[in-house]
């Protein structure tokens, strides 16, 4: 018989795997790559700008820890984020690294730059709230494919390359606010800066899909 300690150990052998999966930063940005939309291992390589055979070794880790999942689509194998608690897991501990490097720097008298925390930055609530009035547009900035495989209610998706042409269609009194994948994504930061060339401003809605999805947001849709 299996003794409550004996479950313990296992438990936590299992806990220290993963802590040792997350520990490495190209497997968290892996992560909040499939936060996004399931990938092929090309395709998540291609995002990363990084080599297949090296992503495909990470992705490996991933999956014994049981963090990902993978299912076969013909010749291609796709990787999808396992459950909702490795998204959650996945933000807590970005949100403790920041603290903690806080508390580091405060030492120091410095302080941590923190992301989409400024005067040109919006919660989710008040934008959408604006958007339910009609006083605002709401613009997803990533790719189609991960706006159809998740995105917030209400909005749009206006990929980079297609901004300039949305500029031009739209007159200058309407507010717009634009969300990405994470807080440190730079997506909605490039769209800001093609907003600001036309003389335009571009809000940046705080946090992103990542941290979105790991709470369970009703905001959601698919």
């Known amino acids: 018989m299996t003794s409550n300690t004996e479950l313990k150990h296992a438990l936590y052998h299992q806990v220290g795997k993963i802590g040792r999966a997350l520990g490495q930063e190209t497997r968290l940005e892996i992560v909040e790559i499939l936060a996004q939309s399931p990938r092929t291992v090309e395709a998540i390589a291609e995002a990363l700008h990084a ?3 090296s992503i495909s070794a990470h992705l490996k880790v991933l999956h014994e820890c049981g963090l990902v999942n993978v299912s076969r689509q013909g010749r291609c194998r796709r990787y999808a ?20 490097q806080q508390r580091s720097l405060e030492l120091f008298g410095q302080e941590l730059p923190k992301p989409n925390r400024s005067s040109d930055a919006i919660g989710l609530d008040e934008a959408l709230d604006m958007v339910q009035r009609d006083q605002m547009i709401l613009i997803d900035v990533r790719p189609p494919e991960e ?6 209610e209400h909005a749009v998706n ?5 901004l300039e042409d949305y500029l031009q269609s739209q007159p200058p009194l309407v507010s717009a606010a634009a969300y990405c994948r994470s807080p440190y994504c730079f997506l909605a930061r490039e769209a ?15 946090d992103g899909m990542l941290d979105w ?10």
């Open 51 to 53: 080599d297949i055979k």
């Open 81 to 100: 984020i396992a459950c909702r608690e490795v998204l959650e897991l996945a933000v807590l501990l970005r949100k403790t690294a920041q603290k903690t």
């Open 147 to 152: 706006y159809e495989a998740g995105h917030i």
């Open 213 to 222: 999805k790991a709470g369970q947001s009703q905001k959601i849709v698919k």
């Open 192 to 206: 800001q800066r093609i907003f600001a060339a036309r003389g335009r401003q571009l809000l940046v809605v705080e």
């Open 158 to 162: 206006i990929p980079l390359k297609n």
